[in-house]
């Protein structure tokens, strides 16, 4: 069983939709739960940082984490086609070493 | 703004060649990772380090080395190079060790090996 599980799409949402990518794992010890967004041919850069399980929303954005069912959300409410690009969670306990999900592309269409 | 700054965004070389990557922080971040990025395998941790000088093993360290002289820098090294390490390279860093804090990337260096 991999460590981090998501879907790598793509996934296509019309402009305005409510988007939902998800992740699961398998290692208990996870504590501190990140989404990144990667425009193509960039670095991925830091969206979503909760630490143990709830919500946690900055603007359109909303992370969710259950450690009980160990699966964590990105919810992004009013899409706009700058939206579009890959979408990573990762995860780590406390050695500070990221496990990353391969990402779920996205593709908002105008 | 954290700014992680690797030198070159593409970079063509030969194989045999040895090669250099580097990157550097702005933000006296403890903790710096190379990563290669690959369609289909996500990202793999080549080599970390926690301080100056430091340098830990990632998953994949094969055919890589590391050198951390400075706190700032943090510079990967193709000993060298072959075809199958063309990749797009990421440089990251964090806070410090032990904090669970998130890290902060470059835009990358792709690089091509031919």
């Known amino acids: 069983q991999k460590e981090v599980e998501q879907d790598p799409g793509p996934l296509s949402v019309p402009e305005g939709a409510i988007v939902s990518l998800n992740c699961t794992y398998s290692?208990?010890?996870?504590?501190?739960f990140m989404w990144y967004r990667q425009y193509s041919r960039k670095g991925p850069e830091l969206l979503m940082y909760t630490y143990s399980s709830g919500n946690k929303e900055d603007g359109r954005f909303t992370a969710q984490v259950d450690k009980s069912s160990k699966y964590i959300s990105l919810f992004i409410r009013d899409s706009q086609p700058s939206d579009s690009a890959t979408y990573l969670c990762a995860m780590s306990a406390l050695d500070d070493k990221i496990i990353f999900g391969k990402g779920t592309r996205l593709h908002i269409l105008p | 703004d954290v700014k992680v700054t690797q030198s070159s965004r593409y970079l063509v070389k030969r194989t045999g060649e040895k090669v250099f990557l580097e990157c550097v922080q702005d933000?006296?971040?403890?903790?710096m990772f190379w990563y290669r990025q690959d369609p289909g395998l996500g990202l793999r941790l080549i080599y970390f380090s926690y301080d100056v000088k430091m340098k830990e093993k990632g998953d994949i360290p094969e055919g890589y080395s590391v050198s951390r002289e400075k706190k700032e820098r943090f510079s990967l090294i193709l000993e060298s190079a072959s075809t199958n390490q063309t990749s797009m390279y990421l440089c990251a860093s964090s806070p410090q060790a032990g904090s669970g804090q998130p890290q902060h990337f470059g835009d990358g260096t792709r690089l091509s090996i031919l």
């Open positions: 290692n208990s010890a996870f504590q501190y």
């Open positions: 933000m006296d971040h403890e903790n």
